[in-house]
C-alpha cells in the first residue's frame, strides 16, 4: 500500500512547530497567521488549494470555528432572526466541525481501501476545511436565496477534487468519482430537504378554510 503524503513544493509554507498552548498570546499568534493566509487563498480558492499550509490541529480547529461562527452569525442578520444569530455564533462552530470530521474520514477510507493509498488525515481536514469556505462564504445569503445550497455544494466538490489529487500526487479521475459520490449524496439530501419544506408549507396553506379564516376576520373586527 501506498504511503502518500503529498509532494514537496519550493513555495510551500514550512511544517509548523507543534505548540500545546492555548493561551490568548498563542490564539492571537494563530489569528494574525490566518488573517494574513485568506486574503490570498479567497483571490484564486482553486490555485491556493493546490498547495495547503502545514497547520498543525489547533490552528485548522480555530479557523473551522472562526470561519463558522462568523459566517452563521451573519447569515443570522440576514435572516433577520435572533435565534438564527444565535445559533451561528454557538452551534455553527461545532456543526461545522463535525461535517469536517465527517467528510475527512469518508475521504481519507475512500483513499485507503478504493485507490489503494495512505494519505495524511490531518492534510485531507486542512483541504476539507479550505475547500468549504468560499461555500460558507456564499451561504451568508441563503434564507434569500434557497438555490445557493445547490451552488456551494458543488463548489466544495470542485475544490475538493483539486485539493486532494494535487497536494497527494492522485488520480484526478478516480478522485473526482470518490467527491462526486459525496457530492451526489449530498444535493439527494438537499432536494430531501426542499421537497419536506414545500410540502409542508402547502399542508400548513391547506390548513386555512373559508370558515377558519372568517373566524380569524371576525376575532380581528372585534379587537378592533
Not at 28 to 38: A, P, Q, S, T
Amino acid at each position: 500500500m501506498n504511503n502518500s503524503q503529498g509532494s514537496s513544493f519550493n513555495d510551500q509554507p514550512p511544517q509548523r512547530a507543534p505548540r500545546a498552548s492555548w493561551g490568548w498570546d498563542d490564539i492571537k499568534g494563530r489569528i494574525k497567521e490566518l488573517v494574513g493566509f485568506l486574503p490570498q487563498y479567497l483571490k484564486n480558492p482553486v490555485e491556493g488549494i493546490k498547495r495547503v499550509p502545514s497547520w498543525d490541529w489547533p490552528t485548522v480547529i480555530l479557523l473551522e470555528i472562526l470561519i463558522s461562527a462568523i459566517t452563521g452569525v451573519l447569515s443570522g442578520i440576514v435572516a433577520r432572526h435572533f435565534l438564527a444569530i444565535i445559533f451561528g455564533l454557538i452551534l455553527a462552530p461545532v456543526m461545522g466541525l463535525v461535517l469536517s470530521f465527517i467528510i475527512s474520514g469518508i475521504i481519507y477510507y475512500a483513499c485507503l481501501f478504493i485507490l489503494r493509498t495512505e494519505v495524511e488525515f490531518r492534510r485531507v481536514f486542512v483541504i476539507v476545511v479550505l475547500a468549504k469556505i468560499p461555500s460558507q462564504i456564499l451561504g451568508i445569503i441563503i434564507p434569500l436565496i434557497k438555490f445557493v445550497t445547490l451552488v456551494s455544494i458543488i463548489v466544495t466538490g470542485l475544490l475538493l477534487i483539486v485539493g486532494i489529487s494535487e497536494n497527494f500526487m492522485l488520480e484526478r479521475k478516480r478522485v473526482s468519482q470518490i467527491i462526486g459520490s459525496i457530492a451526489c449524496f449530498a444535493l439527494l439530501y438537499w432536494l430531501y430537504t426542499m421537497v419536506l419544506d414545500v410540502t409542508t408549507n402547502r399542508i400548513k396553506v391547506q390548513d386555512y378554510t373559508p370558515d377558519s379564516l372568517n373566524q380569524i376576520h371576525k376575532e380581528l373586527d372585534e379587537g378592533k
